[in-house]
């Protein structure tokens, strides 16, 4: 399976381009790299075999059914699993060509920003929010720059410059899915994972973070989960298919939304499961 | 629909419904006004002899009308500052070890020890304090007295900081740990803060509880009719006092008992309200 995803991700993607406008060259290096990865919650197999390369620059979606695993991967991605009991894994897991597993885990997580399925801003005021991780790394920047730069950056500084000091829980679901964005930029993460980051939100604010989300991609990489698939196909350059913990396909976006080589993945995009 | 109403067993259920319903009604009214009965007996008997005198002046020698609890409230006040000052941090801590680090067996002893001590008998506390900070010293003091009331708030403080953090969603820790917080920093600028209102009520209520303990005290601040010289010298305390002036032949003391009584109510009633308005605005502040 993996030496299958790793030729069909080498097919030069030329004509694929034109689809949607957007440059889907290969030849933007890799940011990070997953091999062989075997996941385990005790006695039980969650991730089987996974190998897949994050792009840099670019917008990966996972997509799937409940249950298939995406989850799991994305929080490997930033040894996010650690904190569960009994959870183990082997593999390979590389940021830059470095193997992730040997850094000094809160430095590390630095580097990747997250954002999960439902908005969790900390019981502080907007400011306070954004300004958490600068303030616990350190940073060289002032703050206040920091953080209207990030809120800028999430698209939210416009509906909140003049309440910074509010509690971040009077904001609209939307904008606190947002913030959290501005909160995860503020770290300047060199990827940004998000977890189904549109799954509690309304159609109106679901857009707001897509179009987001295209707009950050120059500047950062990005994996997202989502099992909304007309997401995955509007936001995302690659798409990998996971089916019961193993990746089934990993293409161009346009490319597995056309023209899938598994049968599997076509009964799924086409609504005949999942 | 005649027939229905003619039904006896229809008849029987209805008015059964009626007398139980009477009866619950009763209980609750009872319930209740045992509160307004001790509250309107206490103001009742010791409503005059709280007066300025009362707040101001040392308790009058023995045969002399007057006088106040000056020293008594000033050795509650102390008495229960230091126990606060023992109890809070070794529960806060505690608590924070059960919900965050405690594994299923340490957790589990370390939580049930807690609810044993809980349930301990105060006056087992009051030997305990007086055996380890009486006896060797050879003198009561008002340390003793907080040291044994401080172990009395340790389990509350302790169980209530536990299930507050507990009550904290994983998304937030997960969040403060995703942008490179390690778990310590994580629990002390986003876990604790967000539970402060729940912990900081905790803590008033477990004061409510412990400000009219008698029997900890009586072998360990004991009492005193002047002020107390010093934190290792016996101290007066309101419930010593209400407990010494309410046993005593005299009916003016027996007056300033029940006013005792009532100060050391209204102490309680004030911790309550307080406690539940703490709560009510950290609520309030999370829904909108």
Not at chain 1, 125 to 140: E, H, L
Not at chain 2, 7 to 32: F, I
């Amino acid at each position: 399976m993996s030496a299958a995803t790793r030729l069909l991700f080498s097919v030069p993607a030329g004509p694929l381009s034109g689809a949607t406008g957007r440059a889907m060259s290969s030849e933007q290096p890799m940011r990070m790299n997953i091999s062989k990865l075997n996941f385990f919650y005790g006695e039980k197999q969650v991730l089987f075999d996974i190998s897949l390369g994050v792009t840099s620059a670019r917008l990966t979606a996972l997509i799937g059914p409940s249950g298939c695993g995406k989850s799991t991967l994305l929080r490997t991605l930033n040894r996010m699993h650690e904190t569960i009991r009994n959870a183990r894994l082997d593999g390979e897991i590389t940021l830059d060509g470095e193997s992730i597993f040997v850094q000094d885990v809160t430095q590390f997580r630095r580097r990747i920003g997250m954002v999960f399925q439902k908005p969790n801003p900390f019981p502080k005021s907007i400011f306070d929010n954004v300004a958490y991780g600068p303030r616990i790394n350190g940073t060289s920047r002032p703050l206040s720059e920091l953080v209207e730069a990030s809120l800028r950056r999430a698209a939210l500084w416009d509906e909140v410059k003049d309440q910074l000091h509010k509690s971040a829980y009077e904001l609209s679901g939307g904008q606190q899915q947002r913030l959290c964005i501005a909160r995860a930029l503020a770290v300047e993460p060199e990827v940004l994972l998000l977890d189904e980051p549109c799954s509690a939100l309304d159609p109106i604010s679901t857009a707001k973070i897509e179009e987001l989300l295209v707009q950050l991609k120059s500047s950062c990489t990005i994996v997202i989960v989502t099992h909304n698939m007309q997401q995955a196909a509007r936001v995302s350059d690659f798409t990998a298919f996971l089916l019961n913990g193993s990746l089934i396909e990993f293409s161009p976006t346009p490319q597995l939304f056309t023209t899938p080589v598994d049968s599997r993945t076509e009964a799924y995009i086409t609504g005949r499961f999942g | 629909m005649m027939t229905s109403r003619r039904n006896p067993r229809l008849l029987w259920r209805k008015s059964l419904s009626a007398v139980m319903l009477s009866l619950t009604g009763v209980c609750a009214v009872v319930a209740v006004s045992v509160l307004f009965l001790i509250l309107g007996y206490l103001v009742l008997h010791g409503g005059r002899s709280v007066n300025w005198d009362f707040f101001t002046k040392l308790p009058a020698p023995v045969g002399e009308l007057g006088g106040g609890m000056a020293n008594a409230i000033l050795g509650s006040a102390k008495l229960l500052a230091l126990a606060s000052l023992i109890g809070v941090p070794i529960g806060l801590l505690g608590g924070v070890y059960l919900a965050e680090f405690g594994g299923r067996g340490a957790g589990f002893i370390v939580r049930y020890a807690a609810d044993l001590l809980n349930g301990t008998p105060s006056i087992v506390i009051g030997i305990f304090a007086y055996a380890l900070l009486v006896l060797p010293f050879k003198h009561f003091s008002t340390f003793s007295g907080a040291f044994a009331l401080g172990i009395m708030m340790v389990p509350i403080t302790l169980r209530s900081t536990e299930e507050f953090l507990r009550a904290v969603p994983l998304n937030l820790r997960e969040g403060a740990l995703a942008l490179g917080a390690s778990k310590s920093r994580a629990i002390l600028t986003v876990v604790l803060p967000a539970a402060y209102r729940g912990i900081l009520t905790a803590v008033l209520l477990a004061l409510a509880r412990v400000a009219g303990e008698t029997a900890p005290l009586l072998f360990t601040a004991f009492s005193n009719r002047f002020w107390s010289p010093g934190w290792n010298q016996p101290t007066a305390s309101l419930p010593v006092m209400i407990y010494t002036y309410a046993v005593s032949p005299y009916d003016d003391w027996h007056r300033q008992a029940w006013a005792a009584g009532l100060l050391l109510l209204g102490l309680v009633l004030v911790i309550n309200v307080v406690a539940r308005l703490v709560l009510l605005r950290g609520a309030a502040g999370r829904r909108s």
